[in-house]
């Protein structure tokens, strides 16, 4: 009856509703009323706002730098408040949205984001450096490798959209992921920090940069275009020149 | 009191070592298949090429043995393609065994080990046979 009633105006959204892992969670339909320029995420705060207050999702910015609001959309990981309708619904105008995979669900769209960033804080993921405020600046080039390859990867928001996507993740959970791997080359190629070594163990291994089988499935998906897969190649290097110097 | 303490220092002290262990040992082995397959992707190239060119006229086994028997060249062409096989295969093996089958570790490269001395026995074995005059 529900897509009975659909028509170029309305849009027909299935959301899952659900407690986490020990609720069987189910898709619920909705009938959304179309808009121009319409995002995902603006559908979810129409269902929450107008249709039923009880769903449970997370948002902040809503303009794509807090990295809060990633959702499974039609199957695919995405950041929902920069993603259009238009570009994502299916050809039988059905949009479904479900929790972001390989975390924990809290509620119906919001997730347990604790070992994601736990993965960043493992992957030795903070800077380390030795000056302090009394110092003067580094100067550092923005010409030097190092640091192109640095910049490459330091505009994450931290969306785990790319977390989401892997399937290594899905295998093997306690793989550090593509964004906490992504974090430790940015900071392996800053000059400033002096954790290197502490890292370069951190990152290797079976539950570090060595299990990535290079699919790419993170660097297809990330909304700020960064390539996890080439910072994750990047470490395998480095790794291997530190393991073959015995500075491992 | 103090053994317990004592206990969970010692264990402590232990996980770290051990995972620096792992981080030399899985670093090695990227390495290890990286080279192995460059060696690969050669000896794969010639080797097919080389079949098509051989046989392209129509070719018995008499006349195989023919050209193979006595040729340091060919053997040790093989020989190369054998060892990068058997470095190759088994490190590709512990990654599948035990991201699909959730083998232990110590199993998965215990097999490993197996494979990798079937191939050498195995490939040096059928190198010598073409390779050693009326073997």
Redesign the interface.
Same mark, same amino acid.
């Given at each position: 009856m529900l897509v009975a009633a659909m028509n170029d105006k309305t849009l027909h959204v299935r959301i899952w509703r659900g407690l986490g892992a020990d609720d069987d969670g189910r898709f619920v339909d909705y009938a959304v009323p179309r808009q121009d320029s319409q995002t995902v995420l603006d559908v979810v705060t129409h269902v929450q706002r107008v249709l039923d207050a009880t769903l449970s999702y997370r948002f902040a910015c809503r303009v794509g730098m807090c990295g809060s609001c990633a959702m499974t959309v039609n199957g695919q990981a995405r950041w929902t408040c920069r993603t259009h309708v238009a570009k994502v619904v299916g050809a039988d105008g059905v949009l479904e949205i479900a929790p972001l995979a390989h975390l924990p669900v809290v509620k119906d769209l919001a997730t347990d984001m604790s070992a994601f960033f736990d993965k960043w804080a493992r992957a030795r993921g903070r800077f380390q450096g030795t000056l302090t405020r009394h110092d003067d600046f580094a100067r550092v080039s923005p010409e030097t490798p190092e640091r192109q390859a640095a910049n490459a990867g330091i505009e994450c928001i931290g969306c785990a959209v790319c977390y989401g996507s892997c399937d290594v993740v899905q295998? +093997?959970l306690d793989f550090l992921g593509p964004a906490a791997l992504n974090r430790a080359w940015t900071l392996v190629n800053d000059v400033r920090d002096t954790d290197r070594t502490a890292r @370069? +163990?951190a990152v =290797? &291994?079976?539950a &570090?940069c060595?299990s990535c089988h290079t699919q790419g499935s993170c660097t297809e998906r990330c909304p700020k275009a960064i390539a996890p897969t080439i910072a994750i190649a990047g470490l395998?290097r480095t #790794? !291997?020149r =530190? !393991? #073959?110097k015995g500075e @491992? | 009191m103090s053994a317990v303490v004592g206990a969970a220092s010692r264990g402590a002290e232990a996980a770290p070592e051990m995972a620096l262990r792992n981080a030399v040992a899985q670093a090695r082995r990227w390495y290890w298949q990286r080279i192995s397959a460059m060696v690969l992707a050669v000896c794969v190239v010639l080797h097919l090429a080389g079949m098509v060119w051989a046989v392209r006229g129509g070719l018995s086994a008499a006349e195989i043995l023919s050209r193979t028997q006595g040729n340091a060249l060919f053997a040790a062409f093989y020989a190369v393609f054998v060892l990068a096989c058997a470095v190759h295969v088994p490190i590709g093996l512990i990654a599948i065994t035990s991201e699909w089958w959730r083998w232990p570790p110590a199993a998965a490269t215990w097999f490993a080990r197996g494979v990798t001395a079937a191939l050498v026995v195995l490939g040096l074995r059928a190198v010598w046979a073409v390779y050693a005059p009326g073997a």
């Open positions: 295998w +093997r @370069l +163990r =290797a &291994g079976d &570090g060595h395998k #790794v !291997a =530190a !393991a #073959v @491992l | -």
